[in-house]
């Protein structure tokens, strides 16, 4: 299994930044899929989340700012970030899993990716 994110970079606050995730290896449709963040210093935790019957999370910190969506005929998932904040920096990870309630607390997850990096100067 692979999860290839992309899309990270150095944008000021106030831009806007779409994150990208290709999957293969798995069968795409059937997972649930998320964006987690990790800081300097900071547990890694989820951000947005879609399940494969397309609900949807956020974490307080990005709701309003950021949307997640998912494409099953080209297994990916995608994170707009809008009005981004210095605080939004991280490296953010593409994550894959069967359970919704696992998937969204970072506990025992299925499949994780390489994560990509996001700054956001102030």
């Known amino acids: 299994v692979q999860l290839q994110a992309s899309g990270g970079g150095l944008v000021q606050a106030g831009d806007s930044l779409t994150l990208s995730c290709a999957a293969s290896?798995?069968?795409?449709?059937?997972?649930?899929m998320a964006w987690f963040r990790q800081s300097p210093g900071m547990e890694r935790r989820a951000v947005a989340a879609?399940?494969?019957?397309?609900?949807?999370f956020y974490a307080n910190s990005v709701k309003g700012r950021f949307t997640i969506s998912r494409d099953n005929a080209k297994n990916s998932i995608s994170l707009q970030m809008d009005n981004v904040k210095p605080e939004d920096t991280a490296t953010y990870y593409c994550?894959?899993?069967?359970?919704?309630?696992?998937?969204?607390?970072?506990?025992?997850?299925?499949?994780w990716g390489k994560g990509t990096l996001v700054t956001v100067s102030s």
């Open positions: 994550v894959a899993d069967r359970g919704w309630a696992s998937l969204i607390a970072g506990a025992g997850i299925d499949y």
């Open positions: 290896g798995l069968a795409f449709s059937t997972y649930n």
């Open positions: 879609i399940a494969s019957g397309g609900t949807t």
